[in-house]
């Protein structure tokens, strides 16, 4: 059965055919007024259609018909690999931790405009998060965040996993001759530091996700001009994230109902009340 061919399409292909020959077969070198087949792409036939035939049409558009009419081979795709999803089966198992930038802030006639950094911590089981504001990032203020996490998580954490920042490994810096301060910190509460390989941030993708999503239904919707309103709004915010809002990676269940699955921890409802903020 034939495909039907838009009239569009088959003025495009008419006028493609209506290109002499000699141009689109190789041909010496020395003829400078033809194009040969190897070197003419979609664009030059793009070119010469809108230049001999007033038609206008998208390079991909022009491919379609050059592959529909044998002149050019369909380009072959390469069968993407399914991403492998894994998540972990209780609380705590593994929780993913970074920083974020937050946008800037202009504050009255200062110059430069006011910076702030978001570290965030996610439970991969239960998706359960906690964040905290700070100035900059360092590894003092990477052990006071885990500090305030752990006290804000209502189970042990095993494992904390982490990309190659500064703020969390010296493992780039051979020449720091002593120990990190945040790797100290885990390992003297027997916590597990785990750093994903360079360059693969979707490693730690539920912790990268959440950040978008901070992005898209926290930042981008409201603006903000002065830091300490913007770090109240941020830890409603949170508890809204954590208590209200559904995830489609918890079959639409909020991180509380998902940690609320585990009989050992139904009823338990984190609060920021019990850790000092700011």
Request: net charge positive; aromatic share 16%.
């Given at each position: 059965m034939l495909r039907k061919v838009s009239p569009v399409s088959r003025i495009a292909l008419n006028a493609l055919r209506a290109i002499p020959r000699l141009c689109l077969?190789?041909?010496?070198?020395?003829?400078?007024?033809?194009v040969t087949k190897a070197t003419m792409g979609l664009v030059a036939y793009l070119s010469?259609?809108?230049?001999?035939?007033?038609?206008?049409?998208?390079?991909?558009?022009v491919y379609r018909v050059l592959v529909r009419a044998g002149l050019v081979k369909p380009r072959k795709h390469r069968p993407r690999k399914k991403p492998v999803y894994y998540q972990m089966l209780y609380p705590g198992q593994r929780v993913q931790m970074d920083a974020k930038y937050m946008p800037k802030i202009r504050l009255g006639d200062r110059p430069e405009p006011y910076k702030e950094y978001q570290y965030t911590a996610i439970d991969d089981c239960t998706r359960l998060r906690f964040v905290w504001v700070c100035q900059e990032l360092s590894p003092a203020n990477s052990v006071d965040f885990a500090?305030?996490?752990?006290?804000?998580?209502?189970?042990?954490?095993?494992?904390?996993?982490?990309?190659?920042?500064?703020e969390f490994t010296?493992?780039?810096?051979?020449?720091?001759?002593?120990?990190?301060?945040?790797?100290?910190?885990?390992?003297?509460?027997?916590?597990?530091?785990?750093?994903?390989?360079?360059a693969t941030p979707k490693q730690n993708g539920k912790v990268e996700r959440s950040h978008r999503t901070d992005d898209e239904e926290f930042y981008n919707q409201?603006?903000?001009r002065k830091p300490a309103k913007r770090?109240?709004?941020?830890?409603?915010?949170?508890?809204?994230?954590?208590n209200q809002r559904p995830h489609s990676a918890l079959d639409w269940m909020t991180p509380l109902e998902k940690l609320w699955s585990f009989p050992?921890?139904?009823g338990i409802t984190p609060s920021l009340k019990s850790v000092t903020y700011v």
């Open positions: 077969r190789k041909v010496p070198r020395s003829s400078s007024n033809c010469t259609l809108s230049e001999t035939m007033g038609i206008n049409l998208s390079v991909y558009g500090f305030r996490m752990l006290t804000f998580f209502p189970f042990p954490v095993e494992e904390v996993q982490t990309d190659h920042g500064t010296y493992i780039f810096m051979p020449w720091v001759n002593k120990p990190h301060p945040f790797e100290e910190f885990l390992k003297g509460s027997g916590i597990r530091h785990k750093l994903i390989p360079i409201k603006g903000f770090r109240k709004e941020l830890s409603r915010f949170l508890d809204f994230y954590n050992e921890y139904q």
